[in-house]
């Protein structure tokens, strides 16, 4: 890209003062124009730039001219303190020499440093503008304690990559205070990878829709309100029935209620899961360490509670045979917490059931399409991490065609890194996401099906492990989101799409891509 006379003009006029600051070292304009350079990295690219393109003459420069002119004024009226988190792409390269050109300061940092470290050098220098890649934005908008660091001077954010997500944008703009544009690297490898992926996603949700056929979201709300009643109620009913929490004048201590009902040790941990749900919900108080009671319910009311449930289940959500084992396990509850009865093997969550086929046909179509466009001279290295849910059936048949040199598929980790990891989410996101995007070699894609939305009936019928703690409540699909970009993801999709009825089953299937 050749450089113009104006950008020439201008280092000159910036004389003896600062035009690229890097490492503790600056390079004033005429420094530049006389060709000094620190070695590689962005600022030796934009100062072999200047070098390269300084003796070119004006009508050579011009076509130049016009896009720096455009950035700079992007960029708008001085001071400009321009810092770039960014490699030495041809883009970064134009919006530096965009900033001599208007007469700013250009403070080359390091994309790969600490996020704290960072922001602590964008206030110490006194930033007025950020140029970044989009996913180290969505980072530093998440660090804690960012409203430490003096970020007023910032008045505008340039962030590279894929198109955004809204609500990325207005996290980034709450924390930052500044405003954020969105620019595209041309032609890059990047946005290819990113256009490959959400073709994979869009033919992945186009392969599943076959199994949301005649399921509205008014239907999967009304059974999902309907279970939680059936499931709450029959909680509570267990309780009463050895005669606590029946009075909502009488409170009772976490103590008082296991000890009066008998639970076993192995259950005690699930019944103050009971307890918390309960009081969450509304069908119990809770008065700091006390436990306030409901009128008494009567057992035939609960049961009856089942049936609106079994009826909206029945209408093409799943077999009647799945609802009926939640049914018969409520019913069993007084005497397996009280050691009486063994303990049954465990159901998956009814919600969980009702998008299994959803689930499995997306997961299928995005690894057959990813093994069918992998042309390496490696094979796909494909690691799935079942959880014994019955997807792994789905991978297996999405890749029985696939020649064995083209595609590996493992069960386990192996100590190498993998182009793709199929995997459940379970537990905190940040944990969970950091260990499986480890697992990802360079590109590589994360397919993670993640629970977002309580499943009230694993209450019911989960068995509680003696040497397991209580399993955490599902994490919000925003939480998984903001985890994957954390942990470095470039794109992070989900399916299913907003407001699709199976979404509101409380699953998500998030598909991301690292650099």
């Known amino acids: 890209m050749p450089t113009s006379p104006a950008l020439v003009s201008a280092l000159r006029e910036l004389g003896d003062r600062p035009a690229v600051v890097a490492g503790g070292r600056s390079i004033s304009g005429i420094g530049l124009l006389l060709g000094v350079s620190p070695p590689g990295g962005l600022p030796g690219a934009v100062a072999a730039k200047v070098a390269a393109h300084s003796a070119l003459p004006a009508s050579t420069a011009r076509a130049a001219e016009q896009r720096l002119r455009h950035w700079a004024g992007v960029l708008g009226p001085e001071p400009i303190r321009h810092t770039l988190l960014h490699p030495a792409t041809d883009l970064a390269v134009e919006l530096a020499l965009a900033t001599l050109l208007a007469g700013g300061t250009v403070h080359c940092a390091d994309p790969d440093q600490r996020p704290e470290e960072q922001l ?127 009075d909502p004048a009488t409170g009772h201590t976490e103590t008082e209620i296991l000890d009066s009902v008998v639970v076993t040790p192995v259950y005690r941990p699930q019944v103050v899961r009971w307890l918390d749900a309960l009081a969450r919900h509304g069908l119990i108080a809770r008065h700091d360490d006390r436990y306030v009671g409901a009128p008494p319910l009567a057992a035939a009311e609960v049961r009856e509670t089942w049936r609106p449930a079994a009826d909206a289940w029945a209408d093409g959500l799943g077999q009647a045979a799945a609802l009926d084992r939640v049914r018969r396990a409520a019913l069993r509850l007084p005497r397996r917490i009280t050691g009486q009865e063994p303990p049954r093997p465990a159901v998956p969550p009814l919600r969980w059931t009702a998008a299994r086929g959803y689930f499995g046909a997306a997961l299928g179509s995005l690894v057959r399409g990813m093994a069918e466009a992998h042309d390496g001279p490696a094979p796909l290295r494909v690691l799935e991490l079942s959880d014994g849910d019955g997807t792994d059936t789905a991978i297996a048949r999405a890749l029985s065609a696939r020649p064995r040199q083209v595609v590996e598929h493992h ?17 905190d996101p940040d944990t969970t996401v950091a260990e499986l995007v480890r697992l990802l070699a360079p590109g590589g894609r994360l397919l993670l099906v993640a629970a977002t939305d309580e499943q009230l009936d694993v209450l019911v019928t989960t068995e509680p492990d003696a040497l397991a703690a209580p399993a955490p409540a599902p994490a919000p699909a925003e939480e998984w989101r903001a985890a994957l970009t954390a942990a470095g993801c470039a794109t992070v999709l989900a399916l299913p799409e907003d407001g699709h009825p199976m979404g509101l089953l409380g699953q998500h299937l998030f598909v991301a891509r690292v650099p």
């Open 411 to 427: 069960p386990l980790p192996d100590g190498g890194r993998f182009d793709v990891v199929v995997a459940a989410g379970a537990g």
């Open 120 to 246: 602590a050098a964008l206030a110490t220098t006194g930033t007025t503008h950020l140029t970044l890649p989009s996913d180290l934005l969505w980072r530093l908008a998440r660090v804690p304690g960012l409203a430490a660091h003096d970020l007023s001077a910032l008045r505008l954010v340039l962030h590279v990559g894929p198109e955004p997500r809204q609500d990325d944008v207005y996290a980034a703009v709450d924390a930052l205070g500044a405003v954020v544009a969105h620019l595209r690297e041309p032609h890059s490898d990047a946005e290819a990878a990113e256009h490959r992926l959400r073709a994979a996603a869009a033919t992945a949700a186009t392969a599943a829709w076959k199994h949301a056929i005649g399921i509205t979201a008014e239907q999967v709300r009304d059974f999902g309100a309907h279970l939680d009643h059936a499931v709450l109620g029959s909680l509570l009913l267990t309780l009463q029935q050895y005669g606590v929490l029946t």
